[in-house]
């Protein structure tokens, strides 16, 4: 579905829109561990004929109806069957992965957590490190373009959190206490049982985003340490999505953007020129800070016919921050994208998955569903030295199959990916 951006803020292109988001409401507790990255796989089981791909992409939400029924599919590309040239094979093709591993390669120089102990030094001392940072700037976007046309955002900043994403999460008295959060708090707190928002944080232990989380990981589904992403019924916590709902079918997804020729090569510019070449329509959780930096490619991506989802302000790892600092992550960006836009999205990807049934309820509450992605299918497309594989890793997950979906990055080597398969 295309829609110009001088349209977007039109009453009519977002009634259309189907309903989404939730109520939560039950309790639960916490657990600890550190976020897995999975490892980059090697597949030997041939490539399936390249996808040709079609699309369907949905639309941002509009700002004010509140739903109150979950709608599932996130959105994409159709992957027709294999042609039917194809030689016949022995049946379904299972590729195997490896699973994430507990523990993330370490990172060269890099401290490896091992104890709680450890984990409580390595958390003061990001947190440290993020205030000799400059974690207290803050900024004001007035001279950002505003779209004209739509109802008022309520509560629309007028003080932004710091754009620099690398300073750590937002973490300033004055941001947290605005109108926009403290509104935010009230809809989070109406929604969901003191138990869920009582689980408490876990540690952040780096800027690689690893987690020690210190409560009970299956109690609270947290998936990086589980791969839980369906909370006990009695929870009162919608599920994560991890799959697209028809057969064949892969949910294109780039999280991390937006960003443009200044900051990085290639880019998401580079990345929708791409798309469109292809004919696709993929999903963007794109992240505050860098919207900041590249309010012309957020422009584009929705004007192009893409999905926008909301991936935080500072992508930190949320199972470490509080209540009112996980609103602020959400609704900062949320309110970004709706002056830049007019349209507030839907759908939420918690950056390094990292979600427990406390964020879960925090997402539900705001209105947002959140969407990871399905088991090992993240393409790794971050890591360079990994990239030889994959493509072909990639081409092994175009078999008959439900649907998934699959992780990759707007900013770098994900261009290659995509034009290569
Ligand atoms: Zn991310």
Known sequence: ???????????????????????????AVPPPTVVPQPTPQQSTVPAPPRPTVIVTATVPMPLPPKPTVPSRPPVTVVVPPPA??????????????????ATATPVPGEEVITTVEQARAAAAAAAARIAAEGAQAAINLDNLA?????????????VWPDPNESRGAINIPELL????????????????????????????????GRVWYTGNTAQNCHWPSTKCHTPDASVGVLPDITSCPAPNTYGLTYDDGPSNAANASPSSLDLLTALAQQQQKATFFVVGGPIVFAPEALVRMYA?????????????????LTNEQIVAEILYTEALIYKILGVRPRYFRPPYGDVDNRVRAIIGAL????????????????????????????QTWFVQQPGFIALQHSRKSILRLLVQT
């Open 367 to 394: 209105g947002y569903e959140s969407i990871l992605w399905t088991d090992v299918k993240d393409t790794m497309d971050t890591s360079p030295a990994q990239f030889p594989t994959l493509v072909t890793n990639v």
């Open 146 to 158: 505003t779209v004209q046309g739509v109802p008022a955002y309520p509560n629309m900043p007028t």
């Open 84 to 101: 039917p040239t194809t030689p016949a094979g022995p049946g379904p093709v299972v590729v195997t992965l490896p699973a994430a591993t």
């Open 1 to 27: 579905m295309h829609v110009k951006v001088a349209l977007l803020a039109s009453a009519l292109a977002v009634a259309a829109v189907p309903a989404f988001a939730q109520q939560t409401r039950s309790p």
């Open 304 to 320: 192009e016919g893409h999905e926008i989802a909301v991936h935080s302000w500072t992508h930190s790892p949320l199972t470490t």
């Open 177 to 208: 206490k605005a109108p926009l959060v403290v509104a935010g708090m009230a809809k989070v707190t109406a929604a969901v049982s003191p138990a869920l928002l009582e689980i408490p944080p876990s540690l952040h232990t780096d800027q690689y």
